[in-house]
Structures are given as C-alpha cells and as structure tokens.
C-alpha cells in the first residue's frame, strides 16, 4: 500500500510517470474529497482514471475551474474523438487545403462588410425620415387654423368678457328626526382571523439547528426529473451531501441504504445531494451499491454554498414541523445516524420505531 507523502499531487504524479495510474488514482480520489476545487488534481485524475467518461468528466472538472485553458481544452477534444463523437470533425478539418481556408475567411470578410454596409445604410434611411416627419410636423403646426377652430374661439372669448349673473339667494329646509328609544340592545360585530403565522416570514432561514433550510430545486440523477424540497412540507426530511468518489462518501452508504430500507414506510425521506458529478456517473454508483433514495445532481454546487458544506458527507435531519433538529459531517456508522434519524421521526410512530 503507497503512504501519502507531505504534497499528494506530487506523489501522484510520480506515480503516474512510474506507470502506477491504480495508486495514483487513489491518492487523487482522496485529495479531491477533501478539496473538490483543486483543477492539478482534476487534471491528473484525467490522465489516472480508467475509463474514457471518467477522464473526460475529470478534464470537465478542469474546464470548469480554469475555462481559459487551452490545453485542457485541447486534451477533451482527443477524449472525445476517441469515443467516436469527433472523429468525422476531426478528419474533416484534415483534409481541408489552405487555401481553401483562406478563400473562406475571404468570403466570411466581404460578407461581414456587406453587412456592416447594410446596417450602416439602414441606419441613414432611418435618421432621413426621422428628419423629414420633424419637418413635415413643423410645417403643421406654422399652418393657420383652420374657420371653425377661429370662430369657436371667437365665440368662447364673447362668452367669458360677460359679467357673471348674481342669483337671488335661496334657503331650503332640510328634515330633521327625532331617534326613538329601544328596548334592542346593539350588537357590535368581532372580526376574527383564521389566518396562520408562517414563520419562515420572519427570516429564520439558514443551514442551522433550529432554522427552516433554505429551499432548492434539483434534478434526479435516476429519474431526470427535478425535485423541490419545499414539495415535502410536513414530513421528516434527512439530507445528505456527497461526492460519490469521496471514500468517506463510499464507506457509508451501505448504512444510509439500510436506513432508508428501515424507515421510509414510517414517512422518513431521504434525499442525497452529489456535488459537481454528472448523472451517468452517479446512476453507475447507485447501482452498484444498490442505492434507492434519490440521489440529486448539484452540478454547479449552487445548493452546496447555499447550506455552506465545507466537508463531505454532511447530514441535515429536519423535523415535520420543518426546521433542522440537527446536523452531522463525517463518515458515521448506522447507530449514529439512527440515533439522529429517530427524533424527527417522533410524529410518525409505528411498529417499527420501538423504545
């Protein structure tokens, strides 16, 4: 077994230049879960996995990181035209001549020019008939208005030079009453409200014991669909984020399985979060720890940031009533995390959940 040196990314790649890409591959793995953000390790991940998707997953990690570089750029085209999808690309851009490629940039100028020229002669039709509709309204309004519109004014300045009529002033009674008195008491009406007091109003939202979490939509790696956390309001909700290659990740799910085997008929569900992988890759891994939870896809780690996970796994274990009861990072064993399950499952006794 290799012993992790002082700087494991250097020890990887001696490794790797050793001919060693299987032990080499297993320092990178754990590297990476302990820092996801590293794009050396990404990169020689690339050159240590065994199969095409996963170096090419490992040279997205890259991309992702450090879009400008060219030579990762260049070494996802040659993955790619390995599997088959660039090959005719590839032989295609072979094949064509210089001056053939001269002769189309050639082509693409002089019609870039055409079209700046167009835009350009667009541009002074515009402003010529701007400037004539301006004229064209000028010349309206120096125009003399037309008999009607002179006699109409004519006729409302003789009205308002007339002194103003002085009326004779009048009065009019208006009835009065008298109230009788009532033996009828009066009955003044109570407005009540059945309105409920949402508390995640009031701002307690966060990724901390005792907050409401914040809400997320995701899609599911085994269903493609997406999936709200908000649409399991009222029930007993655990999260777990991950990174399905983190062995810490690995050395638990069998217990996570078991868990959710042991309560999800009593209502517990079970939701994992897979930080930056692709749906392929996780479908893989589910499969071949036998996972039924779903398991869904932060490909950004948009959601990551928003619970801030420094580590993985972390669990989240949400009450029915909504808020985190409490929170757990590391690899734990099925006791610890029953210990923990237990609690949130509190409104949903049944055989199962014995004292």
């Given amino acids: 077994m290799?012993?992790?040196?002082?700087?494991?990314?250097?020890?990887?790649?001696?490794?790797?230049?050793?001919?060693?890409?299987?032990?080499?591959?297993?320092?990178?793995?754990?590297?990476?879960?302990?820092?996801p953000g590293s794009a050396q390790a990404w990169w020689l991940l690339s050159f240590a996995a065994e199969g095409l998707g996963e170096k090419m997953d490992a040279v997205q990690h890259v991309l992702r990181l450090m879009p400008e570089n060219s030579?990762?750029?260049?070494?996802?085209?040659?993955?790619?035209?390995?599997t088959g999808g660039g090959q005719a690309v590839a032989a295609g851009a072979k094949a064509v001549p210089q001056a053939s490629t001269g002769q189309s940039r050639s082509k693409k100028d002089?019609?870039?020019?055409?079209?700046?020229g167009g835009l350009?002669?667009?541009?002074?039709?515009?402003?010529?008939?701007?400037?004539?509709?301006?004229?064209?309204?000028?010349?309206?309004?120096?125009?003399?208005?037309?008999?009607?519109?002179?006699?109409?004014?004519?006729?409302a300045q003789a009205l308002t030079s007339?002194?103003?009529?002085?009326?004779?002033?009048?009065?009019?009674?208006?009835?009065?009453?008298?109230?009788?008195?009532?033996?009828?008491?009066?009955?003044?009406?109570?407005?009540?409200?059945?309105?409920?007091?949402?508390?995640?109003?009031?701002?307690?939202?966060?990724?901390?014991?005792?907050?409401?979490?914040?809400?997320?939509s995701l899609v599911d790696a085994g269903t493609v669909q997406k999936i709200s956390f908000s649409?399991?309001?009222?029930q007993p909700v655990m999260l777990i984020f991950m990174v399905?290659?983190?062995?810490?990740?690995?050395?638990?799910?069998?217990?996570?399985?078991?868990?959710?085997q042991t309560y999800h008929k009593d209502g517990l569900v079970m939701l994992g979060i897979s930080y930056a992988e692709y749906g392929q890759y996780v479908k893989t891994v589910m499969a071949q720890y036998g996972l039924t939870f779903p398991v869904l896809l932060d490909r950004d780690g948009a959601v990551n940031n928003l619970f801030q996970?420094?580590?993985?796994?972390?669990?989240?274990?949400?009450?029915?009533?909504?808020?985190?009861?409490?929170?757990?990072?590391?690899?734990?064993?099925?006791?610890?995390?029953d210990a923990h399950v237990r609690p949130i499952l509190s409104g949903y006794q049944s055989q199962t959940l014995t004292p």
């Avoid at 750029?73 to 040659?78: I, S």
């Avoid at 009674?173 to 109570?190: A, D, E, F, R």
């Fill in 2 to 35: 290799t012993q992790f040196g002082a700087d494991p990314l250097k020890q990887a790649e001696e490794l790797l230049r050793g001919g060693l890409p299987g032990e080499a591959r297993l320092i990178l793995q754990n590297y990476l879960a302990g820092n």
């Fill in 71 to 82: 030579q990762a750029r260049q070494r996802f085209l040659k993955l790619r035209a390995e």
């Fill in 110 to 116: 002089r019609a870039l020019r055409w079209w700046i």
């Fill in 120 to 155: 350009a002669g667009f541009f002074v039709i515009v402003v010529l008939a701007g400037i004539a509709l301006l004229h064209w309204g000028f010349q309206q309004n120096l125009q003399s208005p037309p008999a009607d519109l002179q006699a109409t004014i004519q006729l």
């Fill in 162 to 216: 007339r002194p103003p009529q002085i009326l004779a002033p009048t009065w009019t009674p208006s009835p009065g009453w008298t109230p009788w008195p009532s033996s009828t008491p009066t009955v003044t009406p109570t407005i009540t409200s059945t309105w409920e007091l949402d508390l995640t109003l009031l701002g307690h939202v966060g990724p901390y014991v005792g907050y409401f979490p914040p809400d997320f």
């Fill in 231 to 234: 649409q399991f309001k009222g």
């Fill in 244 to 260: 399905t290659r983190c062995p810490a990740c690995e050395g638990e799910m069998a217990a996570l399985e078991t868990l959710y």
């Fill in 309 to 337: 996970i420094g580590r993985w796994p972390t669990h989240f274990f949400i009450r029915q009533d909504g808020k985190i009861d409490s929170i757990m990072d590391s690899q734990r064993t099925l006791d610890e995390l």
